[in-house]
Each structure stands twice: as structure tokens, then as C-alpha cells.
């Protein structure tokens, strides 16, 4: 054992793990420490450039299309889609389809990409100045919607009055606002 760790390089007082098995198992499919060295360095100096560290490489098969549109149209686009999706899954608990019946799992799915469009449009009503206005849904939920506030209804407008403390209250005059349809 201690001659095959030798063989691959290892100093005589590295520890391996697990019975015999796995340690010649560890040893045979190890990387020398002086060529793994060698490749993480040649690794380093391939994303280090005259500026510094750049660890925006994307592989792709794509022919078409420069490096920068690659990096910026598509593939940062799909990041975001990506984020998005994750925003739905953990902020707004979609993944939770325990019914066994699938119609009521559709169902469901289909209210939280209907809150999920909800808090979308709240988000993008924000003013694009506040610091809310890229938040995530949990955070808008804690701000914007955990709220006590009295609803006064008349027929022609529904009114809120919030605590005289409210941080938040003219973020809701600015939303209202931006939420009111464009007349003719």
C-alpha cells in the first residue's frame, strides 16, 4: 500500500481513509500532488488575465455569435430564468405538490404562478429608485403585505389607513400609482 502511495507521489505520512479496499481505491485514482499542482496552477493562469481573476468562461458549441453575446444574451439570461424559477420554488413554496391527485396539484400550481405574476407586478411597481425594487418575493411579502392597516370601502375607492409609523407608506402611494391604468 505504502509503496503504490509513493508511486503516485504521495509524501510517506499522508493519512488515507477507510479500510484497504477504499484506500487503494484512493490511491489508484488519485492525481499525483505534483501534477494535480501543475494542473490547478495551469487552471489559475488560464482564468487570470492582465486584470485579475476572470471566471466568466462559458463552454459551448455555439459557432455564432462572439464571446460577449454569448456570455451577456444568453447565458446570463438563462441565469436569471434560472433564479427566477428558484424564487418560485422556495419563496412561494410551489414545490409542495403532496395531494395525490394530480388535477389538485395543477391546481395548486397554477395559484402560486398566479401569486408569483402577482408579486412580479408589485415588484416591477416599485420605483425604480427604491431599494425594494429588485427585493426578493420574501422580502416584499415581509414588507408589503405582512401589514395591519384599516380598509375603509365607499362604493367608488377602497382606502387604507396605515399605523402613523408605517415605513412604508408612501412606497404604497408610488405603487398605487403605478398600478393605476393609462387612460385613453
Not at 53 to 74: C, Q, W
Not at 121 to 131: D, G, I, K, W, Y
Request: aromatic share 6%; charged share 20%.
Amino acid at each position: 500500500m505504502k509503496m503504490g502511495a509513493r508511486l503516485q507521489g504521495f509524501p510517506d505520512d499522508w493519512v488515507f481513509c477507510g479500510t484497504q479496499h477504499p484506500q487503494k481505491r484512493q490511491i489508484g485514482n488519485a492525481l499525483p500532488p505534483v501534477m494535480a499542482r501543475a494542473v490547478g496552477l495551469a487552471i489559475y493562469s488560464a482564468l487570470t488575465g492582465a486584470m485579475g481573476l476572470d471566471i466568466r468562461f462559458v463552454v459551448t458549441n455555439l459557432d455564432k455569435g462572439s464571446a460577449e453575446h454569448i456570455y451577456d444574451v444568453i447565458y446570463c439570461a438563462r441565469g436569471q430564468a434560472e433564479n427566477l424559477i428558484k424564487m418560485h420554488k422556495s419563496q412561494l413554496a410551489s414545490d409542495r405538490t403532496s395531494c395525490r391527485s394530480p388535477i389538485a396539484n395543477q391546481v395548486r400550481l397554477v395559484l402560486h404562478t398566479a401569486a408569483y405574476w402577482l408579486m412580479l407586478t408589485l415588484r416591477e411597481a416599485v420605483p425604480t429608485t427604491h431599494h425594494l425594487r429588485n427585493a426578493e418575493f420574501a422580502t416584499l411579502r415581509l414588507r408589503l403585505l405582512k401589514l395591519g392597516a384599516r380598509v375603509i370601502e365607499t362604493v367608488s375607492r377602497i382606502r387604507l389607513a396605515f399605523a402613523a409609523a408605517c415605513p412604508e407608506a408612501s412606497l404604497f402611494r408610488a405603487i398605487a400609482s403605478n398600478l393605476l391604468p393609462e387612460g385613453p
